[in-house]
């Protein structure tokens, strides 16, 4: 499933390319116009067409709601970032293989690296222990833009909540997979490739990113953990800021995201889940 603004056509194609030579797997494909009528789709593939830009979760719900609606279910979704692509023919069957050993995990990430088959951001790694990007396991997080999903757990939660709009959905979904009594898996020896670009040229990470995060705390952590979660990612979010700018973007984010938390609908997770997330490496206050 990918995502355009008709604004990439080479790396959609290029994308396109390599998701239509996967084999081991049957690949339907759906391209998703964010506010646009798809300009390159492959033959044969299912186009949505928003009437505006919802953003990136929004986006992939309606195309996994089209898949529905058309009668064409499949045990995974598979969510591709219009510039990512796959570096061999066999990436998405390996993947489903993976999943498939691991029938406790709802989605199974590969690991992400740059075209050059070797360069892996920590960002990209989905635990905290980012220093050895080729150690797979369990995890907590999720990238985004490049992972594969059961339909079954996906739809079991609601799949991506849509009014995050950008940045930080996957911290949402996964904390409600756990929520489930899903986990995650990490398969480090599966590499994607995506260029490596920094999430804060869009104009909008600063405010969103900070606004989402306590967003994210409101909608999912118990009583007591919200002020360690937002404390530690408060001094986090405004040292990156000021080292590399957005100050003022991210205080306003943080303004906007505690005066409106409550419009994010609560149901805060169980110690259990708190339990299980810091069992996995990962205890949601970081």
């Not at 008709?6 to 494909?29: C, I, K, S, W, Y």
């Not at 960002?123 to 594969?148: F, N, Q, Y």
């Not at 409600?176 to 480090?188: D, K, V």
Request: aromatic share 8%.
């Amino acid at each position: 499933m990918l995502l355009t603004l008709n604004d990439r056509p080479d790396e959609e194609a290029a994308a396109q390319a390599t998701l239509l030579a996967q084999h081991g797997v049957d690949v339907r494909v759906v391209v998703v116009g964010n506010g646009c009528r798809p300009d390159v789709v492959p033959p044969g593939a299912l186009t949505v067409c928003l009437p505006e830009n919802v953003g990136i979760p929004g986006g992939r719900n309606a195309g996994a709601d089209s898949l529905r609606a058309a009668g064409k279910m499949a045990d995974w979704l598979f969510f591709l970032d219009n510039d990512a692509s796959f570096p061999l023919p066999d990436v998405l069957a390996r993947l489903v293989a993976e999943a498939e050993r691991h029938p406790e995990a709802a989605w199974v990430q590969p690991r992400l690296t740059g075209p050059d088959d070797a360069t892996t951001p920590r960002r990209w790694v989905p635990r905290l222990r980012a220093s050895d990007p080729g150690r797979p396991g369990k995890v907590t997080s999720m990238a985004e833009g490049v992972v594969l999903i059961r339909r079954n757990a996906f739809d079991e939660v609601s799949g991506w909540e849509s009014r995050l709009f950008l940045y930080h959905e996957g911290f949402d979904l996964s904390w409600r997979l756990y929520e489930a009594g899903w986990s995650g898996w990490y398969a480090a020896s599966i590499r994607m490739h995506h260029p490596i670009t920094a999430p804060a040229r869009h104009a909008l990470y600063h405010r969103l990113a900070a606004r989402n995060r306590i967003w994210i705390a409101h909608r999912n952590l118990p009583a007591p953990l919200v002020p360690l979660y937002l404390g530690a990612w408060t001094v986090i979010t405004l040292a990156r800021a000021v080292r590399g700018g957005g100050v003022r973007e991210t205080l306003h984010g943080m303004r906007e995201g505690w005066t409106t938390r409550r419009t994010q609908l609560r149901r805060p997770m169980s110690w259990r889940t708190v339990y299980r997330l810091t069992a996995a490496g990962r205890p949601p206050v970081v």
